[in-house]
């Protein structure tokens, strides 16, 4: 039977992780779980704990790449066979976990992307900002991996094995969604989307504003185009 970890990133989601938590829980299958506390300042941790998850406390915020790579590193440290990353907000519906899983326990895919633009969930509205920044790395991505990427920015990923292996020793810090993609396609990772649907977050506010987002599409731009310049230093086809 595979070993499979869920991991969620969580920064002051005291409002939303009791209710994550317990929808992990009811699940179809059996999963670990491993909060990562991103140095949050309310009652996170406190919350996770008493829904009875393993928790792993960063000493102050680091950002969502250091709190996944983190959870990837515990996967990789107890051997799991496949990670799936739900975020701490509630906006990850586990009712499409099994698909996305199941790509990577099939051993078909390495990196596997829930998208919010496949048929047939078509009707995810996000603000305008957000859906040009959307446009932009989709077409970028898929124009250098020279494979279609619909949704670039999602953070309801599956990982194999192997992808926890390589992610786990180096993972893009900031906004590191895009970027994952071009640093799994150049290491010879099997990128796959399949689709899902997705929720408003239940309590709090997302960090991400307009001025955020132009940041964000400038930063990882050119953290891309420095990626595509590196040499293939990873990826043991062995471990597929």
């Given at each position: 039977?595979?070993?499979?970890?869920?991991i969620?990133?969580?920064?002051?989601?005291?409002?939303n992780?009791k209710?994550?938590?317990?929808?992990?829980?009811?699940?179809?299958?059996?999963?670990?779980?491993?909060?990562?506390d991103d140095?949050?300042?309310?009652?996170?941790?406190?919350?996770?704990?008493?829904?009875?998850?393993?928790?792993?406390?960063?000493?102050?915020?680091?950002?969502?790449?250091?709190?996944v790579?983190?959870?990837?590193?515990?996967?990789?440290?107890?051997?799991?066979d496949?990670?799936?990353?739900?975020?701490?907000?509630?906006?990850?519906?586990?009712?499409?976990?099994?698909?996305?899983?199941?790509p990577?326990?099939?051993?078909?895919?390495d990196?596997?992307?829930?998208?919010?633009?496949?048929?047939?969930?078509?009707?995810?509205?996000?603000?305008?900002?957000?859906?040009?920044?959307?446009?932009?790395?989709?077409?970028?991505?898929?124009?250098?991996i020279?494979?279609?990427?619909?949704?670039p920015?999602?953070?309801?990923q599956?990982?194999?094995?192997?992808?926890?292996?390589v992610?786990?020793?180096?993972?893009?810090?900031?906004?590191?969604?895009?970027?994952?993609?071009?640093?799994?396609?150049?290491?010879g990772?099997?990128?796959?989307?399949v689709?899902?649907?997705?929720?408003?977050?239940?309590?709090?506010?997302?960090?991400?504003?307009?001025?955020?987002?132009?940041?964000?599409?400038?930063?990882?731009?050119?953290?891309?185009?420095?990626?595509?310049?590196?040499?293939?230093?990873g990826?043991?086809?062995?471990?597929?």
């Amino acid at each position: 039977m595979k070993r499979i970890l869920a991991i969620v990133p969580a920064f002051n989601e005291g409002g939303n992780i009791k209710r994550t938590l317990e929808e992990i829980k009811g699940a179809p299958f059996l999963m670990d779980v491993v909060v990562v506390d991103d140095g949050s300042s309310d009652d996170t941790r406190r919350e996770a704990l008493a829904s009875e998850a393993s928790v792993v406390s960063l000493p102050f915020n680091l950002g969502i790449g250091a709190a996944v790579q983190t959870g990837l590193l515990y996967a990789q440290h107890y051997s799991y066979d496949a990670a799936v990353r739900v975020d701490g907000d509630g906006q990850h519906d586990i009712h499409y976990l099994e698909d996305l899983l199941r790509p990577v326990l099939n051993l078909e895919a390495d990196l596997v992307i829930g998208s919010r633009f496949i048929s047939p969930f078509l009707g995810y509205r996000s603000s305008l900002i957000r859906r040009v920044g959307i446009h932009f790395f989709a077409n970028l991505i898929s124009g250098i991996i020279h494979s279609r990427i619909t949704d670039p920015t999602s953070g309801f990923q599956a990982f194999s094995r192997r992808a926890i292996k390589v992610f786990a020793q180096s993972y893009p810090y900031d906004f590191p969604e895009p970027e994952s993609i071009v640093v799994a396609q150049r290491l010879g990772l099997r990128v796959r989307e399949v689709p899902v649907q997705m929720r408003k977050r239940l309590a709090g506010r997302t960090s991400i504003r307009y001025l955020v987002t132009f940041y964000y599409m400038v930063k990882v731009t050119f953290a891309i185009l420095i990626d595509m310049m590196k040499k293939n230093k990873g990826g043991d086809s062995s471990e597929r």
